[in-house]
């Protein structure tokens, strides 16, 4: 074999390997990349090559706190392979990179050795995109630790819910048969009342959360039960800008401006709409949070086909201070919230979730601080 034969087989046999696979040399500069790395670093081959590797392939750490080596740099100084390489890729030419681009990558890195005298001449690096993967992981486990909650949540509604109500009831009669003159005692009674109602709403969030309420399931236009819900008084083709009306009053979100695009082509689901409708609350009292009385909010609609079933996603979407990194694994939790003490119970999106969760769909987010946040409902359209 020749040596041009030679060099166009071995790039043939390197593009052909599903890897992203780079190769640099003593220097740490860029000799190689097939179509994979390619497309992962968002490099051309010729922007690339002779360049340093610190340059097309950068590494950051999952976890802000801790630092990532560079791989190159160890396999030349420590002439050893490195079977576990892991981090967040930031891909494309610096000026060129997106803000929000971030590909979770997994992989290894080995030198490259003359075959006569043993030395280190370079690396070649195996890469693949393990983003989709981990996603997909985080999913699982989400909905593992949810249904584990869940089951906890029901137990727990169920055991207090009954004597939460013979507080209320036996707090109520004794208040009944007080005189108008005990006005102190009765002052007491009914913090107690209030207080006891107040638990027993936590103790249907639960039972909403762990999906035990029945549902009363019918026909639902998804666009309609929209529309209700903004109380659109007219139609309008395309994007439409219109005032929020009934969901001021629940979601307290002021003069933000709401656009809407619905997917005329939406079909049916079979859901309860109260239910349906106060996941759209939760999200847009979150957007509300998160907007404080400035910015847009958007909602979308449209017809996902699938391979088992067709879907109708609902996006809602807004323009405020988004979702801290350190908080995004929380956000279905129940109970958790960042609002001060005693202005929310951090029930909303975990109900949202388990409301979801019983009309077999699911509920997905992703965020960006500073730049807004977006919550994805897909639910299965009506046979």
Request: proline residues 4%; hydrophobic residues 40%.
């Amino acid at each position: 074999m020749r040596p041009g034969e030679s060099e166009a087989w071995l790039s043939a046999m390197l593009n052909s390997i599903c890897d992203a696979v780079i190769t640099v040399d003593a220097s740490a500069l860029v000799t190689y990349l097939n179509h994979h790395a390619i497309s992962l670093t968002g490099w051309s081959a010729e922007d690339a090559l002779r360049r340093p590797v610190r340059e097309v392939f950068q590494i950051l750490p999952e976890d802000s706190d801790k630092e990532v080596q560079d791989p190159v740099d160890m396999v030349l100084r420590n002439r050893t392979t490195i079977t576990s390489l892991s981090g967040v890729l930031i891909p494309g030419p610096t000026g060129r990179q997106q803000d929000n681009a971030r590909i979770y990558i997994e992989g290894s890195a080995a030198p490259i050795k003359d075959k006569i005298t043993e030395e280190v001449v370079g690396v070649i690096l195996l890469v693949r995109d393990v983003t989709q993967e981990r996603q997909k992981r985080q999913q699982m486990m989400l909905a593992e630790r949810l249904a584990a909650l869940g089951r906890m949540a029901a137990g727990v509604a169920h055991e207090i819910n009954t004597p939460l109500t013979g507080i209320i009831i036996f707090a109520s009669m004794m208040s009944d048969r007080l005189s108008p003159e005990d006005v102190e005692d009765k002052e007491s009674l009914d913090i107690i009342v209030e207080s006891a109602e107040r638990c027993s709403r936590v103790v249907s969030g639960l039972l909403r959360f762990s999906s035990t309420i029945t549902s009363n399931i019918t026909n639902v236009d998804v666009n309609a039960l929209i529309l209700d819900l903004l109380e659109q008084r007219h139609k309008s083709p395309g994007n439409i800008i219109l005032p929020m009306k009934k969901v001021i009053r629940q979601a307290n979100l002021g003069n933000v401006s709401i656009a809407t695009i619905l997917d005329p082509s939406l079909r049916h689901i079979k859901a309860d709409a109260t239910q349906i409708e106060e996941v759209f609350i939760n999200i847009l009292a979150n957007a509300a949070e998160a907007l404080n009385g400035k910015g847009e909010l958007h909602i979308k609609t449209r017809l996902i086909t699938g391979e088992q079933h067709d879907l109708v996603e609902i996006e809602i979407t807004d323009t405020g201070r988004g979702i801290e990194e350190r908080h995004m694994n929380l956000v279905f939790e129940p109970f958790f919230t960042t609002k001060p003490v005693g202005l929310g119970t951090g029930l909303g999106l975990s109900v949202s979730h388990g409301i979801v969760r019983l009309h077999g769909g699911e509920i997905t987010f992703k965020s960006e601080p500073g730049r807004g946040t977006s919550f994805f409902i897909r639910l299965p359209c009506q046979a």
